[in-house]
Nanobody, 113 residues
Framework: QVQLVESGGGLVQAGGSLRLSCVASENIFDANTMGWYRQYSGKQREVVALIFIGGGTSYPEFAKGRFTISRDIAKNTVYLQMNNLKPEDTATYYC???????WGQGTQVTVSS
């Protein structure tokens, strides 16, 4: 089974930046859209960014202009660059292989005001 491991979360002040990483145990990007999702305490997970098999990307409105998803195929790694962070970005962020239905364990992002 494919395993996904996230890292890069932490505490940052509003307006700051973080880069999250998601390392897959094997190269699955030729068969999976990869996504970043976030979950507030007691809430459903919501999509933050998607990178499709062909390399195109998609973002919800709140992420446009601030977040960028990318991948390094040789390193089996997906990234989420988050800029101009806001307190409402505070959540646990999860990596997902969409077609495979696999989740990482999550990394916590906390943005202070």
């Amino acid at each position: 089974q494919v395993q996904l491991v996230e890292s890069g979360g932490g505490l940052v002040q509003a307006g700051g930046s973080l880069r999250l990483s998601c390392v897959a145990s094997e190269n699955i990007f030729d068969a999976n859209t990869m996504g970043w999702y976030r979950q507030y305490s007691g809430k459903q997970r919501e999509v933050v960014a998607l990178i499709f098999i062909g390399g195109g990307t998609s973002y919800p409105e709140f992420a446009k202009g601030r977040f960028t998803i990318s991948r390094d195929i040789a390193k089996n790694t997906v990234y989420l660059q988050m800029n101009n962070l806001k307190p409402e970005d505070t959540a646990t962020y999860y990596c997902r292989a969409v077609q495979g239905g696999v989740w990482g364990q999550g990394t916590q992002v906390t943005v202070s005001s």
